[in-house]
């Protein structure tokens, strides 16, 4: 554990969900592999374009309506439903597509098993502290069994704009009733965690279990309180 700032009386907390609590990366490997074969087997059209077209359609779609980036599952929807639309399909016809394959994702999702340890971590600082989960991402809550831990779940697009937004950040502080300054938030993302919890008044703990510097990191902009390597280095608060 690292300090960078004197930790203020904590009487809340707030957590990240996506590679902090869990390790996401393979499960979006995974997902990603996995929904591209079904799209390709169930619509074949889709594959007479390369990942590039359809990366630059998902991009291009961005930019005319930057609210995607708070709703990844609009963003999925809409870029599958309009690229099978410029590729012949009819409205129709490409609004089911992008519904099916939305199932598969949703399926994919959440199919992952959440380490012990955290399960751990969890419920010790579940009986201590008040939790909140703040996630950009669509992860099944209750599907990968964090749900029980959290008094409120927020996430991007149902309940604001994305982190480092202020919205659900805002949300989480009127919830829990203390002031931004008595929360912790843990997060592993320099911009969208340490910097949200920071620019809305929280107190910030970045969970860098993958050894980065943080004078070299991309996104550091802002110092966290606290800088920690694994999560049971929280149960030392």
């Known amino acids: 554990m690292k300090y960078y700032r004197q930790l203020q009386p904590i009487q809340a907390m707030s957590f990240d969900l996506d590679d902090t609590l869990y390790d996401n990366r393979p499960v979006i490997a995974r997902l990603t592999r996995e929904a591209n074969a079904w799209l390709h087997q169930q619509h074949p059209i889709a594959a007479t374009r390369d990942e590039a077209w359809w990366l630059k359609l998902k991009l291009d779609l961005g930019k005319q309506d930057t ?3 708070s709703d990844v599952t609009l963003w999925r929807h809409r870029t599958t439903k309009l690229g099978l639309m410029a590729l012949g399909y009819s409205e129709p016809q490409a609004e089911q597509a992008a519904d099916d394959l939305l199932a598969v994702v949703f399926r994919l999702r959440s199919d992952f098993t959440v380490p012990d340890m955290t399960h751990k971590v969890m ?12 996630t950009n991402g669509n992860v099944d809550v209750e599907r990968i ?5 959290f008094s409120l779940i927020l996430r991007a697009g149902r309940d604001g704009y994305a982190k480092p937004h202020t919205d659900m950040f805002a949300k989480a502080q009127q919830y829990l009733s ?3 300054g008595a929360i912790l938030h843990v997060g592993d993302h320099l911009k969208t965690d340490v910097l949200g919890a920071k620019q ?9 279990d993958q050894g980065v510097c943080i004078r070299k990191a991309k996104h550091s902009r802002v110092l966290p309180d ?12």
Do not use: R
């Open 145 to 149: 069994g964090l749900s029980d831990y």
């Open 226 to 237: 606290i800088e920690i390597n694994t999560l049971e280095s929280l149960l030392m608060l």
């Open 67 to 69: 609210w995607l980036h």
């Open 123 to 134: 419920a010790e600082l579940a009986e201590k502290y008040p939790l909140v989960a703040i």
């Open 178 to 180: 203390v002031k931004s």
């Open 200 to 208: 809305n008044g929280f107190q910030a703990c970045w969970y860098n």
